[in-house]
T-cell receptor, first 110, second 111 residues
Framework: DAGITQSPRHKVTETGTPVTLRCHQTENHRYMYWYRQDPGHGLRLIHYSYGVKDTDKGEVSDGYSVSRSKTEDFLLTLESATSSQTSVYFC?????????FGPGTRLLVL | GDSVTQMEGPVTLSEEAFLTINCTYTATGYPSLFWYVQYPGEGLQLLLKATKADDKGSNKGFEATYRKETTSFHLEKGSVQVSDSAVYFCALSDPDYKLSFGAGTTVTVRA
């Protein structure tokens, strides 16, 4: 498996506060992705990156921003957290053939 | 846009039973197709994949065949074990390597 870590693994925050989730990979993969997992929806793409400083929006990008200043790190920021952003967030890396997933971050917005 | 529809669960089986999870897709062009598995408390792991029509992906006793004529990629296993209890996701990859997932099917295998 690709070396993918996510931090924090669990977080509880309050509505209106900014939150940043970090994804770190050691495989030098070009592509990185952020998904959210909610019951009945499977995984939905939030943002993705196809290289350093190259990012684009996914299906559910409203309220989220990302940054990628190094190949190995991909940050997801909730600019002002809302209860609807309570979810499990997964980072993935890879590309054409396979995406490898991190262990997930469980976020609760109160 | 691209989409994946998979059989709703939950599915409960006895050990050694036959498992089928249906998956159909809508896409322009010819996407790659995947099955991912998620064990409790973990991230997703690739189970198998197929990149062109009539390809058969297989792994750990699971199989799925890419059927272009029926736009399907059904997952099958002939004899399930308790350790196969998990959530299974069907997915397709678009030309920009973004994945679209089905809603997931929860499978529970009882001893």
């Amino acid at each position: 498996d690709a070396g993918i870590t996510q931090s924090p693994r669990h977080k509880v925050t309050e509505t209106g506060t900014p939150v940043t989730l970090r994804c770190h990979q050691t495989e030098n993969h070009r592509y990185m992705y952020w998904y959210r997992q909610d019951p009945g929806h499977g995984l939905r793409l939030i943002h993705y990156s196809y290289g350093v400083k190259d990012t684009d929006k996914g299906e559910v990008s409203d309220g989220y921003s990302v940054s990628r200043s190094k190949t190995e790190d991909f940050l997801l920021t909730l600019e002002s957290a809302t209860s609807s952003q309570t979810s499990v967030y997964f980072c993935a890396t890879g590309g054409a053939e396979t995406q490898y997933f991190g262990p997930g971050t469980r976020l609760l917005v109160l | 846009g691209d989409s994946v529809t998979q059989m709703e669960g939950p599915v409960t089986l006895s050990e050694e039973a036959f498992l089928t999870i249906n998956c159909t897709y809508t896409a322009t062009g010819y996407p790659s197709l995947f099955w991912y598995v998620q064990y409790p408390g973990e991230g997703l792991q690739l189970l198998l994949k197929a990149t062109k029509a009539d390809d058969k992906g297989s792994n750990k006793g699971f199989e799925a065949t890419y059927r272009k004529e029926t736009t399907s990629f059904h997952l099958e296993k002939g004899s399930v074990q308790v350790s196969d209890s998990a959530v299974y996701f069907c997915a397709l990859s678009d030309p920009d390597y973004k994945l679209s997932f089905g809603a997931g099917t929860t499978v529970t295998v009882r001893a």
